[in-house]
């Protein structure tokens, strides 16, 4: 008779949850669905529609208006000859938006009316008539504008987004909001809008110049309005707070229980890929939101921080077995080095080397968990969702993952959607760390 008990004694045992772990388990559930909760409440106020009695009391500046290429700041006078100017309709169709925030209103740019390719400064102008009333009359600026731009009437600089001239220093398109002198009631007047496209933005069958047209509104219509658009705004980039917030409290979590765990290394760095991450993340809501990062420095950012990002990945997860491959880390040294060049000297073929390079040593980590690795299903899929995070163009495009989705009309991209995965699964990893030598 075969002795059961000697056999169960040197069967594997799946470790137990301590009470500790239980807690925590339960605070992670509780905070990521309060966190999920907050961002759908966000997404669904801001998602709403301009409401009918604003917009029919305000003027959408749409239908035609004179273009042309080139800078002279003579072109906002209002005597300018613009009759030989070419012509845009600004008339979006009904229910178009763009393809990042959702914002309503959208039309194509100069780049699909006939100036293909075309980076630098444009001129948009038009004829407005302020109706007679008595009221204080403000223009609200077009709300999505490649890259900044200056608004003026009757030849006034009223203001603009961001500082145009010699050396431009361009930020963000938020909501703007600009009054027009007193005596405007009543009066023809002419707008005139001063745009200006970085050479480092990316070049689209549309991009280019004003996609949204100006509204003209009184107070408190326009006080109105303008709280309706940093509502949408704010919506559209909530997640990249809220995750990067969400980040930030892993890695405090992670550090401070790390005495518990066996791969210190790990945790270590995951916690500066995490911080890179959330970095990353929060670079987009502080562009959207504020002047602080002008869009050169976020467009250098945007080219140069994966690089480090996945090189921190690459290193923290080859310490997931053990002993780390010596290989491995070279090799994701290397490739980094090469991510940073091809991002500084705008090679494609070495920044897509560098990618390519970066996925197969995932993959070859990946089968180490999968012969011996530690927790198996929980980090092949916490490794899998990192993967899909960093590399969506390789890894979704090609199977037909949209880039970005609009629960409520917000756009919500497949990164945002991804890394709040990572973030769950990896809160799951921190609490499993300690268990009797798992982790």
Not at 15 to 32: C, E, F, H
Not at 312 to 321: K, P, V
Request: net charge positive; hydrophobic share 45%.
């Amino acid at each position: 008779m075969a002795d059961f008990s000697r056999t169960k004694s040197i069967l594997p045992t799946a470790p137990s949850i301590d009470a500790t772990q239980r807690k925590l388990i339960v605070g992670i559930v509780i905070t990521t669905l309060m966190l999920f909760a907050i961002v759908i409440a966000e997404l669904a106020s801001g998602g709403r529609p301009d409401p009918p009695t604003l917009r029919a009391a305000a003027t959408l500046l749409d239908g035609s208006w004179r273009f042309h290429v080139g800078d002279d700041l003579r072109w906002a006078n209002p005597r300018t000859d613009d009759t030989h100017w070419e012509t845009i309709d600004m008339t979006a169709s009904p229910g178009s938006h763009d393809g990042d925030v959702g914002l309503p209103d959208y039309v194509s740019g100069w780049m699909a009316h006939g100036h293909p390719g075309y980076h630098g400064y444009a001129w948009y102008r038009r004829a407005v008539t302020v109706p007679a009333r008595r009221a204080s009359w403000d223009i609200l600026g077009p709300t999505l504008v490649e890259d900044g731009y200056e608004l003026y009437w009757n030849g006034e600089r009223l203001g603009g987004s961001g500082r145009l001239g010699p050396t431009p220093r361009v930020v963000g398109t938020p909501p703007l909001r600009f009054a027009l002198p007193a005596d405007a009631a009543g009066t023809p007047g002419v707008l005139a809008v001063r745009t200006y496209m970085l050479s480092s933005s990316g070049v689209s069958a549309d991009g280019g110049g004003m996609h949204t047209a100006p509204i003209l509104a009184p107070r408190p219509i326009s006080d109105a309005l303008h709280r309706v658009q940093w509502d949408r705004t704010i919506a559209g980039y909530i997640v990249d707070v809220i995750e990067p917030i969400a980040m930030l409290a892993l890695i405090g979590l992670a550090l401070g229980r790390r005495s518990r765990s066996s791969r210190k290394g790990f945790w270590i760095l995951a916690s500066i890929a995490l911080a890179l991450t959330a970095a990353r993340r929060l670079s987009n809501a502080i562009v959207a939101w504020t002047d602080l990062e002008d869009l050169a420095t976020y467009v250098w950012l945007t080219s140069v921080m994966w690089v480090p990002t996945v090189a921190g990945w690459t290193l923290a997860w080859n310490r997931w077995c053990r002993p780390p491959w010596r290989s491995i880390d070279v090799t994701a040294v290397i490739l980094a080095v090469a991510g940073i060049i091809g991002a500084m000297v705008h090679s494609a073929s070495v920044t897509t080397g560098s990618r390519l390079g970066s996925i197969a040593l995932f993959v070859a980590i990946g089968a180490r968990i999968v012969r011996g690795g530690p927790m198996r299903i929980l980090a092949l899929a916490t490794l899998a969702s990192i993967m899909a995070s960093l590399f969506g163009g390789e890894l979704l495009d090609g199977i037909g993952v949209p880039g970005i989705w609009f629960p409520f009309g917000i756009g919500v991209s497949r990164t945002q959607y991804v890394c709040a995965v990572v973030v769950v699964l990896l809160a799951f990893l921190i609490v499993r760390k300690e268990v009797s030598g798992s982790v």
